[in-house]
């Protein structure tokens, strides 16, 4: 707000300082209603069109003023869904559309060495037989996310990919068969030492076959989402 100040007292243009108050107040948590309405207190002062007793009025401000403050503001709320949308907010998990793109760099860095992407990467499904959705179901997928991050911590993709199904992009290894029984067996004595879960006990894992390409991969990611 002193940026903005002494850019109307000096006379300068404030696109740029109201750009960096949307952004300012955007990055404080404050509401693009809450934002503008800052902006028309200080458009009501700067304008002087009042006799001590100050109306903020948004309708006010000229657009040109209102744009700047507002794109600014936009463009911080941009960038911060962006970061949101890469987790799950229940699990921690990447999302689905993280793991679409993890599968295109590995398709491309396949391509260009000459390779099948299924050569070198597994994707492997985790999920629990459950027999619905609610707080059981919900409580045993984060359970199960704190499993898959321990069991697979050396630069894997873990990602949630439907409500009680996860899935992890993998490279190939001797170990990786030990790897996947020592998760189940964690996530199983997870669940059994929970009474609560008792409905989510079985957990089943199994390797998908990467497809030819990518865009077959985008399908079957597809299917995993609707599969019960």
């Known amino acids: 707000m002193d940026v903005v100040c002494a850019a109307v007292v000096a006379d300068h243009d404030l696109a740029a300082p109201l ?8 990055e404080a948590g ?27 009025d948004p309708d006010a401000v000229p657009t040109p003023l209102v744009r700047a403050t507002a794109l600014g503001w936009a463009d911080v709320i941009a960038r911060l869904s962006v970061g949101r949308e890469v987790e799950d907010p229940l699990t921690g998990l990447t999302t689905a559309g993280y793991l679409r793109t993890r599968l295109h760099e590995v398709y491309r860095a396949a391509q260009a060495e000459g390779r099948s992407a299924g050569e070198d990467y597994a ?12 707080y059981p179901r919900m409580m045993a997928m984060v359970l199960l996310a704190d499993v898959l991050r321990t069991a697979f911590d050396a630069g894997e993709t873990v990602s949630l990919v439907r409500s009680a199904t996860a899935a992890v992009l993998a490279r190939r290894t001797p170990q990786l068969s030990a790897r996947c029984l020592h998760a189940r067996c964690m996530i199983e004595h997870r669940l059994a030492a929970d009474p609560a879960l008792h409905a989510c006990r079985r957990v089943r894992i199994q390797q998908e076959p990467l497809p030819a390409d990518h865009d077959a991969a985008c399908d079957l990611l597809a299917s995993l989402r609707t599969r019960e």
């Open 19 to 26: 750009a960096e108050l949307g952004a300012a107040r955007a």
């Open 30 to 56: 404050v509401g693009l209603a809450g934002t503008l309405q800052d902006l028309a207190a200080l458009h009501a002062v700067a304008s002087g069109a009042h006799d001590g007793l100050v109306s903020a």
């Open 123 to 134: 994707l492997l499904t985790i999920s629990l037989e459950s027999p619905a959705d609610g």
